[in-house]
Every structure is written in structure tokens, then in C-alpha cells.
């Protein structure tokens, strides 16, 4: 096997490089399965298949590689850059929109939509990234910037921070998930842009693989799991971007 630092040839029992010293324990998993992968290459008939299959495990093994490098400073300036100044950015607007020139509350809404998901979208246009923590962290965001909200109308107001009614809970939750699927269609549009700019053919989820292989009961080559793949988080893509779209502009069509 190769150390993922320095590329020197370690033991397979190994877990700290003879060379460069690096601790292997987080990487050791990824780098058994790559090897174990290389091995059988050779005897599979599907090459292509299993070549797209140490490509993800190479990616998944560079991934951690980056927030090993990265540390708490990294990720604190990506969390920063793609949620706390969308989040900025949204209560500027609200502050603007509403305070200051006291313009419908339609165009809030379209803000809302619109401002978030450009930032998820170079999020994850760039590389690959995991899916559930920024999702996870869209709600926080969206939760947050709700509260911010209201706080700057009660502080001009002097109205409660938090709803007080049915109806107030429900207009805060439908604004909180407009901007969830916003900055979630973003996400998606930008695995898209991923995916067509990949080098490799074929980056899927095994459980997608196994879904799809169990309907179509055969094969299918890289090129149509990819494509499917595709299609498919179009379709899903256009779905959140119509529902961010319902529970921004719901409330002024009734």
C-alpha cells in the first residue's frame, strides 16, 4: 500500500508511516479498500465499474486529507463563508426591505429565495461535500435569520421576538423552510455542475447503485447510472426550487 502524504510504499498492518511519521488511523479503512480494489481490478469483467469505484474511495480518502489540513480554522471560515454571510446578507436585505423603505413584504420573500442559493451552489459546484451537515445547517440558518428578522421588527416595533399565535408559527416555519430549500435547490444545482465537470464517470451513492439496479433486475453501464443520476437530481432540483418558491409567495395569494 501507498501513504497518502508522502506516497512511500507502508505495511499493510501499518498505521504510522515509516518515512513521513503520519498518523494512517483515519485513512487506513480507505486505503485497505482502494488496494484490495486494485488487486481484483484485473479480474473483473466490469472494469469500468470498479474503476469508478476506487475513484470514489480515492475522493472520499482526498476529502479527508482537506479537513484533516483544514482543521477548526478551515471549517470555521467555510462555515462562515457559506451560512453566517448568506445569513448577513438576509438581515441587511430585511432591514432595508422593511425598515428602511418599508417596501412590500413580497419582495422580502424573493430575497429570501434568491439570496441563499448561490452561495450553496459555488458550495458545491467546486467538489464534492457532504450532503446532511449543510443541509443540517441551512435549517440552523434559516432559523437563525428568521429570529434576527423578527428581532429587528421588535426592536423598531417593539412587538414580541417570537410568535405568539398559530398563525404567527406558521408563517414563521413556511419563511424558515423557503430559505431551507432555497439554499437546498442551490446545493443540488451545484452537484449537478459537479457531476458535468467530473473527471471520473461515475460518482454515485451505493445505495442509489443498489436501488436502481434492484428495478431495472441487470447492469447498467457508468455512463447510464450517471446519466440517470443526473436526471434525476434535476427533477428533484426543480421540486425544491417550486417549493421554495410556494412557501415564499404562499401567503400573497391567499
Not at 480554522?73 to 462562515?80: A, E, L, P, V, Y
Not at 461535500?129 to 443541509?135: E, G, K, T
Request: proline fraction near 4%.
Amino acid at each position: 500500500m501507498k501513504c497518502p502524504y508522502c506516497l512511500s510504499d507502508i505495511d499493510s498492518d501499518a498505521y504510522v508511516c515509516k518515512v513521513c511519521t503520519k498518523d494512517l488511523y483515519l485513512f487506513k479503512p480507505l486505503i485497505q479498500k482502494v488496494s484490495d480494489l486494485e488487486e481484483k481490478l484485473s479480474n473483473v469483467s466490469d472494469r469500468e465499474i470498479l474503476e469508478s469505484r476506487i475513484s470514489e474511495l480515492e475522493e472520499e480518502l482526498l476529502y479527508k486529507k482537506e479537513l484533516e489540513a483544514d482543521g477548526i480554522i478551515g471549517i470555521f471560515f467555510k462555515i462562515s463563508k457559506f451560512l453566517l454571510l448568506p445569513l448577513l446578507i438576509l438581515l441587511v436585505a430585511h432591514a432595508v426591505i422593511v425598515v428602511v423603505y418599508d417596501l412590500k413584504l413580497i419582495y422580502l420573500r424573493l430575497a429570501s429565495i434568491l439570496i441563499p442559493m448561490p452561495f450553496a451552489f459555488f458550495l458545491f459546484q467546486k467538489k464534492k461535500n457532504p450532503v446532511l451537515p449543510w443541509f443540517l445547517g441551512s435549517l440552523l440558518l434559516a432559523f437563525i435569520t428568521v429570529i434576527g428578522m423578527s428581532a429587528i421588527t421588535s426592536f423598531v416595533d417593539k412587538t414580541p421576538v417570537m410568535p405568539q399565535s398559530m398563525v404567527e408559527w406558521k408563517e414563521f416555519i413556511e419563511y424558515s423552510l423557503s430559505i431551507t430549500f432555497s439554499f437546498l435547490t442551490g446545493m443540488l444545482l451545484g452537484t449537478i455542475s459537479f457531476f458535468k465537470r467530473s473527471k471520473h464517470k461515475i460518482d454515485i451513492n451505493p445505495m442509489l447503485k443498489a436501488i436502481i439496479n434492484l428495478i431495472v433486475n441487470k447492469k447498467l453501464s457508468p455512463e447510464a447510472l450517471q446519466d440517470l443520476l443526473q436526471k434525476s437530481i434535476k427533477y428533484v432540483s426543480l421540486a425544491t426550487t417550486l417549493i421554495s418558491i410556494y412557501t415564499g409567495l404562499k401567503r400573497f395569494f391567499e
